[in-house]
């Protein structure tokens, strides 16, 4: 959600729910049935600023290589684009109703069947690796709420791409396409669902040898930009040096609490 530009620090977004429809009275100047509004609203604070500093020294500068404030830049794109991605995470907690500030990721299930529940006990946490009949279970999950089929995504961490990988259904042409997914995080589409790998996947506080993956509909959360990335250089003349800041405004909320399910399997 682009909300660039606009005033206020709180976004009051609507979320609402689906109706049912009525059979009409063949009766003349019978009335239609009005369906009430029962779907609630969620609050996105835009309250997450961001920012990436450098000081680009003058003799540095004289001496290094060209590229190397070309550097900075990228690296703080990155170090901006890391910090959203794990704000995001934190949303994924929330998924299926779950309260944020009970066991972590206690709505979630482990990979391997779709169907177990996490737990997240220390030193005992759950998780199987990931497998074809788990993804198909989430998908079921998220079928049976009528969440749309379109624009879903599984996000798994680099484990969940070896393990995959190695698993002849998934290396099919069908799920690894034309060969793009050696450019990019996209690892290809399985059953209609949009495939990608983030070395930024959590790990639980209490299983640590556990990684969360994500399969939802891209409605599910919400991500409203404020400002940015923007980048910045003022010289300081006290330092003899350029300072570099990339910086970035945003929130974040669950718009959809069944449009996602968290995913737990091995860490190694």
């Given at each position: 959600?682009?909300?660039?530009?606009?005033?206020?620090?709180t976004?009051?977004?609507?979320?609402?729910?689906?109706?049912?429809a009525?059979?009409?009275?063949?009766?003349?100047?019978?009335?239609?049935v009005?369906?009430?509004?029962?779907?609630?609203?969620?609050q996105?604070?835009?309250?997450?600023h961001?920012?990436?500093?450098?000081?680009?020294?003058d003799?540095?500068?004289?001496?290094?290589l060209?590229?190397?404030?070309?550097?900075?830049?990228?690296?703080?794109?990155?170090?901006?684009?890391?910090?959203?991605d794990?704000?995001?995470?934190?949303?994924?907690?929330k998924?299926?109703?779950?309260?944020?500030g009970?066991?972590?990721?206690?709505?979630?299930?482990?990979?391997?069947?779709?169907a177990?529940?996490?737990?997240d006990?220390?030193?005992n946490?759950?998780?199987?690796a990931?497998t074809d009949?788990?993804?198909r279970?989430?998908?079921?999950?998220?079928?049976?709420?009528?969440?749309?089929m379109?624009?879903?995504?599984l996000?798994v961490?680099?484990?969940?791409?070896?393990?995959?990988?190695?698993?002849?259904?998934?290396t099919?042409?069908?799920?690894v396409g034309d060969?793009?997914s050696i450019?990019n995080?996209?690892?290809?589409?399985?059953?209609g669902?949009s495939?990608h790998?983030s070395?930024?996947?959590?790990?639980?506080?209490?299983?640590?040898?556990?990684?969360?993956?994500?399969?939802?509909?891209?409605?599910?959360?919400?991500?409203?930009d404020?400002?940015?990335?923007?980048v910045?250089?003022q010289?300081?003349?006290?330092?003899l040096?350029?300072?570099?800041?990339?910086?970035t405004?945003?929130?974040?909320?669950?718009?959809y609490?069944f449009g996602?399910?968290a995913?737990?399997?091995?860490?190694?």
């Amino acid at each position: 959600m682009n909300v660039k530009g606009k005033k206020g620090d709180t976004i009051n977004l609507p979320v609402p729910a689906r109706g049912s429809a009525s059979q009409k009275s063949i009766t003349a100047q019978a009335q239609v049935v009005l369906i009430a509004e029962t779907g609630t609203g969620i609050q996105i604070s835009l309250n997450q600023h961001w920012e990436y500093s450098r000081l680009l020294e003058d003799f540095a500068e004289a001496v290094a290589l060209s590229s190397i404030r070309k550097f900075y830049t990228d690296d703080g794109g990155h170090a901006l684009a890391v910090a959203k991605d794990t704000n995001l995470f934190t949303q994924v907690q929330k998924l299926q109703n779950a309260t944020v500030g009970d066991a972590l990721y206690s709505n979630a299930y482990i990979a391997g069947d779709g169907a177990t529940a996490y737990v997240d006990a220390a030193g005992n946490a759950n998780s199987t690796a990931i497998t074809d009949a788990g993804i198909r279970r989430t998908i079921q999950r998220l079928d049976d709420q009528y969440i749309p089929m379109s624009d879903r995504f599984l996000v798994v961490p680099p484990v969940g791409r070896r393990v995959m990988s190695g698993i002849a259904r998934f290396t099919e042409q069908a799920f690894v396409g034309d060969g793009a997914s050696i450019r990019n995080g996209k690892l290809g589409d399985v059953y209609g669902v949009s495939v990608h790998v983030s070395p930024n996947c959590p790990t639980p506080t209490s299983g640590t040898t556990v990684r969360i993956g994500v399969l939802a509909h891209k409605d599910a959360i919400v991500l409203a930009d404020v400002l940015g990335p923007r980048v910045q250089t003022q010289y300081k003349q006290e330092y003899l040096a350029t300072l570099l800041t990339a910086d970035t405004i945003f929130g974040s909320g669950v718009a959809y609490t069944f449009g996602g399910v968290a995913l737990a399997m091995p860490s190694a």
